[in-house]
């Protein structure tokens, strides 16, 4: 028995590891260089920035003891931010990857063999078994059972052979989020982590302080989700000014810092989830998950991605 998963962010990742583990042969594909998803990092002169996820909470104490048995402390690292404004419960106390973010995920995918920076555009019945195509339509292969763990958007164009399927994913509604990282010259006595610091930005990170980062005075900017839907379509230039706009006018002793970068997430957070923890079509082999089936956080993805491997396998709850 064979599958192949589609997309290696943090629902990916769990259910191909899973899955793996069970003696399944797993190939995961990403559309991206790496791994993480949005739970993403960009190198920078030879450190890390985290530009998805900062970091992440665990309320259930299964996600704790998944993440403690797979992942060695030297590449997920305990945090509690210094924190200005008002947090979720699972902020004051949250994980996070060394050096990076998507350092989870890369070390949870080490048994599964991983194609990145592989598009998989079409799938196509062949008797029994699923068929990916690349970009280029290139047979990519053919496997026993395929899982997209896609957000939900850009899930459905995949699914045309079964429009049922994917009349199943119009309720789920995405929402944007631009992001903007900024360098400071001179250290800013700001906390680590500010909420609401200005109308149009949701949060302030301060990527420095966290575990095992080097460089000094990196700070990311979250806009808020009006702020973000209302300049989708502009240019990431103009972007990275307004911004530094906000930050300056909340911020006043930053005056020197620098844009590095900024990255537009066309479906960075779920407005509105599913309500099902996974979608699995047995008869089809063919199931979805994400952070969309129940919510907007990287845990969310976790369960999504533990739920879909309790299907494939007919698994009762407590064995996996
Ligand atoms: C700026 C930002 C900040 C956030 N902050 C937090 C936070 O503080 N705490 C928290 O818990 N959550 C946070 N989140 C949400 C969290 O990042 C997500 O809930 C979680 O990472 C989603 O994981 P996923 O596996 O469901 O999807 P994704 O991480 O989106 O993974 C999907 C993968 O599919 C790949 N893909 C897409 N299409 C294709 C294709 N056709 N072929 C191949 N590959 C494809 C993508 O490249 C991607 O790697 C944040 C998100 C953003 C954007």
């Given at each position: 028995?064979?599958?192949?998963?589609?997309?290696?962010?943090?629902?990916?990742?769990?259910?191909?590891?899973?899955?793996?583990?069970?003696?399944?042969?797993?190939?995961?594909?990403d559309k991206s260089k790496g791994s993480g998803g949005r739970l993403a990092s960009r190198q920078w002169h030879g450190d890390w920035i985290d530009h998805g996820a900062p970091y992440f909470g665990a309320e259930q104490p299964a996600f704790h003891r998944f993440l403690r048995q797979r992942l060695?402390?030297?590449?997920?690292?305990?945090?509690?931010?210094?924190?200005?404004?008002?947090?979720?419960?699972?902020?004051?106390?949250?994980?996070?990857?060394?050096p990076r973010s998507s350092a989870v995920t890369r070390a949870l995918l080490a048994p599964v063999c991983f194609q990145p920076a592989t598009r998989v555009t079409r799938l196509q019945r062949d008797g029994?078994?699923?068929?990916?195509?690349?970009?280029?339509?290139?047979?990519?292969?053919?496997?026993?059972?395929?899982?997209?763990?896609?957000?939900?958007?850009?899930?459905?164009?995949?699914?045309?052979?079964?429009?049922a399927l994917a009349t199943q994913l119009a309720?789920?509604?995405?929402?944007?989020?631009?992001v903007t990282v900024m360098q400071t010259a001179t250290p800013v006595p700001l906390p680590d982590v500010e909420i609401g610091a200005h109308p149009h930005l949701r949060r302030i990170t301060h990527n420095s302080a966290k575990p095992g980062r080097s460089r000094q005075?990196?700070?990311?900017?979250?806009?808020?989700?009006?702020?973000?839907?209302?300049h989708l379509e502009e240019p990431p230039a103009e972007i990275g000014e307004q911004m530094r706009q906000f930050w300056l006018d909340c911020r006043p002793p930053a005056r020197d810092s620098q844009?590095?970068?900024?990255?537009?997430?066309?479906?960075?957070?779920?407005?509105?989830?599913?309500?099902?923890?996974?979608?699995?079509?047995a008869a089809e082999r063919i199931g979805?998950?994400?952070?969309?089936?129940?919510?907007?956080?990287?845990?969310?993805?976790?369960l999504s991605g533990l739920n879909l491997a309790r299907q494939v396998l007919g698994s009762p709850a407590a064995t996996l």
């Open positions: 028995m064979n599958a192949a998963v589609v997309g290696a962010g943090m629902a990916g990742v769990t259910v191909a590891r899973l899955l793996q583990e069970a003696g399944i042969a797993v190939t995961l594909f060695a402390s030297s590449v997920l690292a305990t945090w509690q931010p210094g924190i200005a404004g008002l947090v979720a419960a699972d902020e004051q106390s949250c994980y996070v990857g060394v029994s078994r699923w068929q990916l195509f690349n970009d280029g339509d290139s047979l990519l292969g053919s496997w026993d059972l395929v899982l997209l763990a896609l957000p939900a958007p850009q899930a459905r164009p995949l699914l045309a052979a079964l429009p309720s789920v509604e995405m929402e944007p989020c631009w005075g990196i700070y990311v900017l979250q806009a808020s989700t009006a702020w973000s839907q209302n844009i590095l970068f900024c990255h537009r997430w066309r479906y960075g957070f779920t407005r509105q989830a599913l309500g099902q923890a996974c979608l699995w079509q979805l998950c994400g952070d969309w089936c129940l919510g907007r956080r990287v845990e969310d993805a976790w």
